[in-house]
């Protein structure tokens, strides 16, 4: 029985708008054809807002066409048309349906003239139309643009589409449209402060304009509150502005953070300059590219997982390649720390050019998974997928590595190598087998975090170069040796170069940074958490 | 015994000065005088292209000062060369005056595309030969000097030295980059005309720019050998090898450091404007941190602590990147790549020190079957000719070869 009811229901609804678009068609073709009758631009006016109270979608192309001065009226049947200019002649359409009703010659027709002031009201009044919309997105556009435009006109329809709004965000915006058009209405000053209370909960930088206005216009109370709703907003944009600051400067320094901490455990530990770090980076993020590529042609369906299939073999690719490194190379030239410079230096130069002589010099296309493409906001934070799981990703490799390097056997051999080396070979640890081992955690490391650069970065062989000196800088300013001055040192800087950006643009900030970093290497050698010795050279 | 292996070196240096200043004179006439069907012509471009290379030259020998006698791997030189390239640049763009695109009496080409309406005040004086000599001197001088005091005094050593002259230069970079610093961005200064009231571009202007590289190279090395050769050098080796120790006899090492320092940015200077009129451009590309580490591999290859490694070594891996990357372009890198390996594993000393490694082996033999032959010498020569510590780079780690914490 209730199912019955329901069906009822249902066609009865479908009925009754079914016959009110029908008799609404009648009705707007009448109004349409008043434009066949006017003579002056405040006739076409009147039409036009006629049309526009109409309510119904369907004036939008009229309307438009009458905007663009593209509506004629064809002189033999006063009938009005949407034209289109053809290659002659003048193409017609009908003005609601749209339909082709045949070609005109430019005599037979007369174009409907506008102005400006017309221009507006038709803008005005589709800006209106829109707000009936099905799709939200279009209507908070709509309400976007009566905020922006407010106008004394719009509140009886703004209400109406608040009565029947569902969404509660829309909903909220188009409150904040009606409070906008109000404070230009002439409607009492108890009106226009609760406007202005509305406003100032929306706290951006239109409403602040929108209000400097009323501040200039009103008088009295208005003003007062006017006033007092601007410097409200200011400094919660100023929090939000910090705020900003910091979330990129957070998001900065875990990119640092990820470029530097392999670089913090061979340089730390081992006292490697492991120029070819960067290169380590390279690999992973063409580790990446390759998995990705292998998906593509094969399982296109493992696509949002081709990251997680990459970081273990990112590890495994760069940590070999950096075992190779330290087993061929650098155990030759232990204690000649300025001399693996060089030789790392030169392998860097060969795995920049052996990966140009394969993958080609140019970028190649790394593509993000669904999971880490778009954004969402907090305030007035906008805050992108990637970049907060770049953070996420960067604090656990971290919290990983600390893991290691604290509570395995493992870490505690690496730890007693760096502590005192002879010490620690006499205890029988196989000091070779910790080097070569850390130098491999080391370029593993960088693998994976090339895996993650992949995703905001440019990839091509000289991924790596664009690393190498911050990393080198990070891990200086936080003292070699310490994992958690990597971690400081790389959000501090970060935060740092966010901050001074805005004041004197991303390059002389950076050159700020980069002196900063400099004078402090005089004041603390050793980095902000330098570890504790007692030798001469210290 | 000493006094015949101070001649040997003497000689070496001697030879080195004697063959510059032979090529100071004898290439220009072959450019200029022969005529250019003959054998002996030496065509424009290769001059410009030797000339070139005897500035890198220049360049090795002022690191070779700090890296291969001080110990101060500096991967900056590449700033303080840049920066007297753009001192120089600075002047021969003054001297284009109204013959720019744009015509303007004072205004650089780019300065008027940038719509600057005055000269910036750091570009007066230098429409001045003499004062940009000055500055040539002066500002890769005064960085190095301000540089070097606090990070000598900071007592920041070894591979942390390194990289904060990597970082200056880094920044420098940057800096230059800019369009707004006035030095034309990144274009940098180009389209010379003039230098002296001389066609930058003609033949003979070439051939006195190639003379005068080659005779301000033999000058380097006559200076350098005198620096090296006095009591002052004793010291900067004595640094190098054991800088506590120094330190606790007495001594200011931070000075000693800063002086060899400042002397060898100014030389890096000088090589910089030598080489900006001879291949017309500087641009901030010379500031690539790259730059001033291949620098190194130039001095290592051609052997460090010596004077005349740095040249050859400069000479030959341009030469071979001069002849790679017209032949086999795409293998330069790693050519370049393999160079920095094996020299590092197999050539700590470079070419000049294993070239006196075998010298020193032969003659110890000799010396040895000699002795033999003689019958019993109470004075024999130790059978692996010990050298004067400039010979030994790279033996002064105390450490053995195991890795060192880099705390």
């Known amino acids: 029985m209730k199912i019955l009811h329901a069906i009822g229901l249902t066609l009865l609804f479908l009925l009754t708008t079914l016959s009110s678009s029908g008799a609404a068609e009648a009705d707007l073709r009448a109004i349409i054809a008043k434009f066949a009758t006017v003579t002056d631009f405040s006739e076409t006016g009147t039409v036009v807002q006629e049309l526009t109270a109409t309510g119904d979608p369907a004036v939008e192309r009229p309307l438009a066409a009458l905007a663009d001065g593209n509506l004629y009226i064809r002189t033999a049947d006063s009938m009005v048309f949407v034209g289109k200019e053809g290659d002659e002649n003048i193409q017609l359409f009908d003005p609601l349906s749209g339909e082709a009703a045949g070609e005109a010659s430019e005599d037979d027709i007369t174009k409907i003239s506008v102005n400006n002031t017309l221009r507006r009201t038709i803008r005005d009044a589709l800006g209106t139309l829109t707000l009936g919309s099905k799709d939200p997105t279009v209507r908070i556009a709509a309400a976007d643009t009566m905020f922006k435009t407010p106008d004394a006109a719009n509140i009886s329809p703004l209400d109406a589409a608040i009565a029947s709004e569902s969404v509660a965000s829309v909903k909220a915006l188009l409150e904040q449209a009606r409070a906008a058009s109000i404070l230009v209405s002439d409607k009492p000053d108890a009106d226009k402060l609760a406007a202005i209370a509305v406003i100032g909960a929306r706290g951006d930088r239109s409403a602040v304009s929108l209000l400097t206005s009323v501040e200039a216009n009103a008088s009295g109370a208005v003003k007062e509150a006017a006033t007092a709703a601007i410097a409200g907003i200011n400094s919660t944009l100023a929090f939000w502005d910090a705020g900003q600051n910091i979330w990129y400067g957070i998001s900065l320094g875990s990119v640092l953070l990820l470029a530097a901490i392999g670089l913090a455990i061979t340089f730390g530990v081992m006292g490697v300059i492991n120029m070819a770090h960067g290169e380590m980076v ?30 273990p073999l990112a590890f495994l690719v760069a940590g070999l390649v950096g075992l190779a490194i330290e087993r061929g190379i650098i155990r030759f030239l232990y204690g000649r720390p300025l001399e693996t410079l060089l030789a790392t230096w030169g392998v860097s130069l060969s795995l920049q050019q052996a990966v140009r002589t394969i993958f080609g010099p140019t970028n190649q ?30 604090l656990t490799v971290f919290g990983v590595l600390l893991y290691v390097m604290k509570r395995t056997p493992w870490g505690l051999q690496m730890r007693a190598v760096t502590a005192n080396r002879r010490m620690a070979a006499s205890m029988g640890i196989r000091t070779p087998w910790v080097d070569a081992l850390t130098f491999a955690l080391g370029s593993g490391i960088a693998g994976i975090a090339g895996v993650a650069l992949s995703q905001i970065d440019n990839v091509s062989p000289n991924l790596g170069r664009g690393y190498i000196i911050d990393s080198f800088m990070v891990v200086v300013f936080g003292g070699v040796g310490n994992l958690w001055g990597t971690l400081v040192g790389a959000f501090s800087l970060g935060i740092v170069n966010k901050f001074l950006e805005p004041y004197a643009g991303a390059v002389l900030g950076k050159i700020v940074v980069l002196v900063l970093i400099i004078l402090f290497i005089q004041k603390r050698p050793r980095g902000l958490f330098a570890l504790k010795g007692r030798a001469v050279e210290a | 015994m000493i006094a015949q292996r101070f001649l040997s070196a003497d000689r070496r240096i001697a030879a080195t000065i004697l063959a510059l200043l032979a090529a100071a004179i004898v290439v220009p006439l072959l450019n200029l005088a022969v005529s250019p069907q003959s054998a002996f012509y030496i065509p424009p471009y290769i001059v410009a292209l030797v000339g070139k290379y005897l500035c890198y030259a220049l360049l090795a020998l002022a690191l070779d000062l700090v890296w291969g006698y001080c110990g101060i791997l500096s991967l900056g030189h590449g700033a303080f060369f840049a920066l007297g390239g753009y001192a120089m640049g600075m002047y021969l763009m003054r001297q284009i005056g109204s013959r720019g695109v744009y015509g303007n009496p004072i205004l650089p080409d780019f300065m008027v595309f940038l719509n600057y309406k005055e000269l910036p005040w750091f570009w007066h004086g230098f429409d001045h030969f003499w004062f940009a000599v000055l500055m040539v001197l002066a500002v890769p001088g005064l960085l190095a000097f301000v540089f070097g005091w606090f990070a000598f005094r900071s007592r920041v050593t070894g591979v942390y030295l390194s990289i904060i002259t990597q970082a200056m230069t880094y920044a420098l970079l940057l800096a230059f980059f800019r369009n707004d610093m006035g030095f034309g961005g990144n274009n940098g200064l180009t389209d010379f005309k003039d230098i002296l009231g001389f066609n930058v571009q003609a033949d003979a202007t070439r051939s006195a720019l190639f003379a005068a590289s080659a005779v301000t190279l033999a000058l380097a090395v006559f200076v350098t050998a005198a620096i090296v050769r006095s009591k002052y050098g004793k010291l900067l080796m004595a640094v190098r090898d054991a800088e506590s120790r120094t330190r606790f006899l007495g001594w200011r090492a931070e000075n000693v450091k800063l002086f060899a320092f400042t002397v060898s940015a100014i030389m890096a200077g000088i090589a910089g404007a030598l080489y900006v009129p001879q291949v017309g451009i500087i641009n901030p590309g010379e500031f690539e941190p790259s730059n001033s580490i291949e620098v190194v591999i130039w001095t290592a290859v051609g052997g460090r ?21 017209g032949v086999l372009p795409e293998f330069w890198l790693f050519a370049l790549g ?5 020299v590092t594993l197999l050539l700590p000393k470079g070419i000049v020190g294993m070239w006196d490694g075998w010298r020193g082996k032969a003659r110890a033999l000799r010396a040895a079957s000699l002795a033999a032959e003689a019958g019993a010498d109470p004075q024999a020569p130790e059978p692996k000719i010990v050298r004067s510590a400039a010979r030994t780079p790279g033996a002064w780690s105390t450490a053995g070869a195991e890795p060192q914490p880099a705390e």
Do not use: C, H
């Open chain 1, 365 to 394: 296309e790394v593509g993000n998974p669904s999971w880490m493409s778009g954004s969402f906001d907090v305030g007035q934070l906008a805050i992108t997928w990637n970049r907060l799981w770049i953070l996420v990703f960067a």
């Open chain 2, 338 to 342: 393999g160079l920095f390996v094996a």
């Open chain 1, 282 to 311: 390279m690999l992973g993020t063409y580790t990446t590219f390759v998995v990705q590529q292998v998906i593509r042609t094969s399982f296109p369906g493992l696509f949002d997982w081709s990251l997680v299939i990459a970081l």
């Open chain 2, 305 to 325: 602590g010596t004077i005349v490694g740095p040249i050859i070594g400069a000479l030959l891996v341009n030469a071979g990147k001069s002849w790679f990357t």
